[in-house]
């Protein structure tokens, strides 16, 4: 061995020796998943996605399966779903209940007032790729790993004194999906590579060096077309209707695909030409590469959690989720959550595509639970409470762009059921944006849908202090919103007071009068649009308007056991252990119940979250998680966050409580993938809140985390804060200011308020004082 050779050898030697220990040594550092084996299940492969293509990667050894997705591939067709001349059974709907009359205003409901068609559409899977290996069964040093500072999935083995390795990532910039394989000897990369789909009408065919499938959907108009391109310095071809590759060192694929969806009115697209254009301008791979971590990383690389690295910090993330329900002492194990959601964020919802719906963009079935499509009386919202504090603010632009659409599908089923200006969404939606209620109208008929909807927008707005955004985007859709209500509240013949009627507590209680989510969420868009007015200086008649309206509004009560009343009648069942605890709404994601400005109100939600129990599923979990934060009861948060993270290792598994799978995606059971985005939310919530007016340090911090640092998280104000802690006490706190506002600093007793200048950075002690 020469010199040169030698030097090398003991770099790469020093640099496996880092990395192994790097887990042990320091936290944060080694940001990924990964394990010791391949994929045994869907939920225990790894995603990967660009915000319109998804896929989950496998890792199998002798045979390697991508299961991918294309985002507009959704049975149905073009249609409204609002009801003609439903509106007319309204009054007769809400007299009936005002009469006590509940399963008579049930039934007249789901004959005369549910949407047309009652059911909507669910979102598809598009199809699978696999690469075949010939006489790799036998195997050894393997890993697989989802590497999350570069946004690429990676295996890794050695077979009959080969050593293989894959990398697969979906690029943004390219549109497509990558698969890089490569051997280290000369020759010794052989596989043969086919597609196939769920679909019954599907069709394949082997161009050259490209295979081609079409698929259409089974109940609608959606066709989908996908092309793979294999670029191989070994020889391509044809055979027993596979593309076989043999004798290559390394091959690169390329994975396009494209539906004939343009938008929720139109489906006129061209995915052949669309998908070919991709292959033909595809770039080599290095370049192709070098661009996806540069794009990825723009957008990750804002924002760290730091959390000390334990001894389970170093096990593969299969093992490490089993220790954690007995060991829980891993706290770097937090801080690689937080990192997943974001990654899944930022994989599921760029700009230019659709909003991250019940699985994000990942699903491998025809029938899926839920039809994962959007639903919007917890989830969808949950799938975007951590995007502003994470600093992704631009992936929430899908969202928006999803609220626009529902604003017109929405104002006509405002004037058809209700009689109604302004628009309103019921509690689901899917990609033909139908905005009527659904299913049955014991919890069909939710009508806050658009209004919570509607608050991301303001948001948006008080994390960005963006108010081109205020003006031009967020309020003529909160305005909307808000109009239906000054038309739609009516008054209670027994209090006097302004209810949401028809409607219900989602999916408990059946449907009912008054329901206390609907009148928090009411207010909250009011005030939203209020201090809009204000901010804007303009719509000030209307601004008045509400702010008559709110006080009419019934009002939180609190019930005789004390809890937080979730109807107008003191109903409440102190023994159910549902799965939603909307009533709550105004603690979290709400703020108008609060441990300063309204005390026995937040006991009485404590009572009710107590009654509700520490059980439930998985994005309930990740709810539970958020509002003990909200409470200041850091350590009830953390044992939330213990739930959360019950592995549930048999996706087989459905019944239960939540939890997690191997891969770490929620599981509700089935897989949700809106529990990984509130449990973020809520980890992150516990170390810092700004919903009061002020940025309240370390509010929750659970006694599990002593120690630790954060940087790039943003609150509202448009403000960046860093800082870190130790033994429990903050010791120092960084702030950038990104818009020039007023900062206001709690931590425990300690306030501190001062000015800022756009752009300028403030160092500050543990006494809030400027250094």
Not at 14 to 20: I, K, N, S
Not at 368 to 379: E, F, L
Not at 633 to 661: C, E, W
């Amino acid at each position: 061995m020469n010199i040169k050779n030698l030097i090398d050898f003991k770099r790469v030697s020093y640099l496996w020796v880092g990395l192994l220990l790097l887990p042990v040594l320091s936290s944060g550092q080694l940001l990924k998943l990964w394990y010791k084996q391949p994929s045994r299940q869907w939920e225990d492969a790894l995603p990967v996605g660009n915000g319109k293509l998804a896929a989950m990667v496998f890792g199998g050894v002798s045979t390697e399966h991508i299961q991918f997705n294309e985002e507009t591939l959704w049975t149905g067709q073009p249609r409204s779903y609002a009801h003609k001349g439903a509106s007319q059974y309204l009054e007769q709907i809400r007299t009936l209940l005002n009469e006590g009359k509940q399963k008579e205003a049930e039934d007249l409901a789901t004959r005369e007032f549910m949407g047309d068609p009652v059911r909507q559409m669910a979102y598809q899977a598009f199809g699978d790729l696999y690469i075949d290996f010939p006489g790799e069964e036998n195997f050894a040093d393997y890993t697989r790993e989802l590497d999350l500072k570069e946004g690429i999935s990676k295996v890794s083995y050695t077979s009959n004194g080969t050593a293989y390795s894959r990398e697969v990532f979906a690029s943004f910039p390219a549109n497509a999906i990558f698969v890089r394989l490569i051997s280290d000897k000369k020759g010794k990369l052989n596989f043969s590579l086919r597609m196939d789909a769920l679909h019954t009408n599907k069709n394949v065919r082997v161009d050259g060096n490209e295979i081609t499938l079409n698929v259409k959907v089974d109940k609608g108009v959606l066709e989908g077309v996908a092309k793979v391109k294999v670029i191989t310095d070994g020889k391509v071809d044809l055979k027993d209707g596979k593309l076989s590759v043999e004798n290559a060192t390394a091959a690169t694929l390329v994975l396009a695909a494209a539906t004939n969806y343009i938008d929720y009115k139109t489906v006129t697209g061209k995915p052949e030409e669309k998908t070919a254009a991709i292959l033909r301008n595809v770039r080599p791979y290095d370049q192709a590469r070098k661009e996806h971590v540069a794009d990825y990383q723009k957008l990750f690389s804002r924002f760290s959690l730091d959390l000390p690295a334990k001894i389970n910090s170093g096990l593969p993330t299969d093992e490490r989720l089993l220790k954690f329900k007995d060991s829980p002492d891993d706290p770097d194990f937090l801080a690689l959550y937080v990192q997943y959601a974001r990654y899944l964020l930022i994989t599921s919802s760029r700009p230019g595509a659709h909003p991250a719906n019940l699985q994000g963009k990942w699903n491998h079935k025809l029938n899926p639970s839920w039809d994962s499509k959007y639903t919007v009386n917890i989830n969808t919202e949950m799938n975007y409470w951590p995007v502003e504090m994470t600093n992704l603010s631009e992936l929430h632009e899908p969202l928006f762009a999803m609220i626009k659409d529902l604003s017109q599908t929405g104002a006509e089923v405002a004037k058809e059921h209700y009689n109604a200006d302004g628009w309103l969404v019921h509690h689901n939606t899917d990609i033909w944006r139908g905005a009527a209620p659904i299913n049955a109208s014991d919890h069909g008929i939710w009508v806050t849908g658009g209004a919570w909807l509607s608050l991301h927008l303001w948001e948006h707005y008080r994390f960005t202090q963006d108010k081109s955004f205020l003006q031009k985007t967020a309020y003529p859709l909160m305005k909307g919103a808000a109009e239906f209500f000054v038309n739609f509240l009516s008054k209670d013949p027994e209090t006097g007071f302004l209810i949401s009627s028809p409607s219900n507590s989602p999916e408990n209680g059946g449907l009912v009068e008054g329901p206390t989510m609907d009148h928090q969420i009411i207010r909250g868009l009011f005030r939203a649009c209020i201090a809009t007015s204000e901010i804007l200086k303009t719509d000030e008649q209307f601004a008045a308007k509400l702010k008559a309206l709110i006080p009419q509004i019934a009002p939180n009560k609190i019930g005789k056991a004390g809890q937080l009343q979730e109807w107008m009648t003191d109903m409440d069942d102190t023994t159910s252990h549902h799965r939603h605890v909307s009533h709550l709404w105004g603690v979290y994601p709400g703020e108008e119940i609060s441990p300063v400005a309204t005390p026995d109100l937040l006991e009485a939600a404590k009572k009710s979250l107590a009654f509700r129990g520490d059980d439930g599923t998985g994005w309930s979990l990740a709810w539970k998680i958020n509002y003990w934060a909200r409470f200041l009861d850091g350590d009830h948060a953390y044992t939330m966050i213990r739930k959360l993270f019950n592995p549930i290792m048999d996706a087989s598994v459905k019944k239960g409580g939540g939890g997690s799978y191997p891969n770490l995606f929620d599981a509700h059971p089935p897989f949700q993938i809106d529990g990984n985005f509130g449990g973020a939310a809520g980890i992150l919530e516990c170390l810092v809140q700004s919903h009061a007016g002020e940025i309240n340090l370390l509010p929750a911090l659970p006694s599990a985390l002593p120690d630790g640092k954060i940087s790039g998280l943003i609150t509202r104000g448009a403000l960046e804060v860093s800082m870190a802690w130790k033994d429990g006490q903050l010791k120092s706190i960084t702030v950038l200011s990104k818009a020039g506002k007023q900062c206001a600093l709690r931590y425990k007793n300690k306030t501190y308020s001062f000015d800022t200048v756009k752009g300028k950075v403030y160092h500050l002690n543990a006494d809030l004082k400027i250094i």
